[in-house]
């Protein structure tokens, strides 16, 4: 198989993402319930980040999705850092992964995407599974870009664009990725054919049949059931790789602050049209390698 990334999707079986980093992390004992996530282990248990990424990498994953999704300037000047240090914390989330992928000695290539959530991720307010957030194109274009060049010149191999909840804020990164020389994906969050703020997938997925800087279209996020409809779509509209990793099934109780309800994903959802397949929030490193088993590759 070709080491480029872009090449790979074209050929062979699908490529395997990683699950739920979060969940990852916090089964290790690590406490998240912080605005920043994640990303408050890029700057405290940096090690814990590379731990994590090294476990669905040995369960079979061949793209590790960097710590970076919450990870902003606007996030870290709330705790205090400074925007150089925000910088390299940032940046430093791609060589974590890089870390890993050496850890893990593995004789198939191993790749890394550097994660640019939402808007409303840095929020912290739920914002990002509603979308419109009341901002222009130009004002959340001004947003993303700054740190999407930080993590384009920390060499990932793709920009993971994910948990997109609008066609607004997907049209504002197709422009802020214009330029940075790293290939990105655009994924959705969605809720059964329509974006989270609610426009039409086909609709969603036309705006970037045509930006080059993309490779690959898809939905992240979301409820598995929703996933076959949503790669059919993205795939006939785009004529682009589809990108899908939904969540496990279980659904977020926001008055409890539990998980309700049962898991429902199921290593079959990965025999889909997707090219790259894996999961999000709820998925952890056995989800993983029942997807590759699911398709022939363990």
């Known amino acids: 198989m070709s080491t480029d990334l872009g090449t790979a999707l074209t050929e062979g079986s699908p490529l395997i993402l ?10 290790a004992g690590h406490d998240l319930s912080d605005e920043l996530w994640s990303a408050r282990l890029l700057a405290e248990a940096p090690e814990a980040i590379t731990e994590a990424h090294l ?22 000047a709330g705790r205090g850092i400074d925007r150089a240090e925000a910088a390299r914390l940032m940046a430093s989330s791609v060589e974590l992964a890089r870390e890993a992928a050496r850890r893990a000695e593995a004789t198939r290539p ?7 959530g939402p808007y409303g ?12 957030y009341g901002l222009t194109r130009t004002e959340l274009e001004r947003f993303h870009r700054p740190r999407l060049e930080v993590l384009a010149e920390a060499a990932p191999d793709i920009l993971a664009l994910e948990t997109i909840p609008d066609t607004a804020e997907a049209e504002a ?20 054919d329509r974006t989270r703020a ?11 049949a045509d ?9 992240n996020c979301c409820a598995p059931e929703d996933v076959p409809r949503a790669v059919e779509t993205a795939a006939r509209v785009t004529g682009k790789p589809a990108v899908a990793y939904p969540n496990s099934g279980e659904t977020w109780n926001a008055r409890t602050r539990a998980w309700d309800d049962s898991p429902t994903l199921t290593p079959a959802f990965a025999t889909t049209d997707a090219r790259l397949v894996g999961g999000c929030c709820r998925v952890g490193p056995e989800t993983i390698t029942a997807i590759a088993r699911a398709l022939g590759r363990a």
């Not at 991720?121 to 419109?132: K, T």
């Open 18 to 27: 990683d699950g739920g980093l979060s969940n990852q992390l916090a089964s």
């Open 55 to 76: 476990a669905y990498y040995t369960a079979g994953a061949d793209v590790a999705i960097t710590a970076s999704y919450q990870a902003t300037f606007e996030g870290f």
């Open 110 to 116: 191993l790749w890394v995407a550097a994660s640019a």
């Open 121 to 132: 991720a840095m929020l912290a307010d739920g914002s990002e599974y509603r979308g419109r």
């Open 173 to 192: 990164l197709l422009h802020a990725v214009r330029g940075l020389s790293v290939p990105a994906w655009l994924s959705y969050s969605i809720d059964g």
């Open 198 to 208: 609610g426009q039409p997938l086909e609709e969603a997925f036309a705006l970037a």
């Open 211 to 219: 930006a080059e800087e993309i490779i690959a279209v898809g939905v």
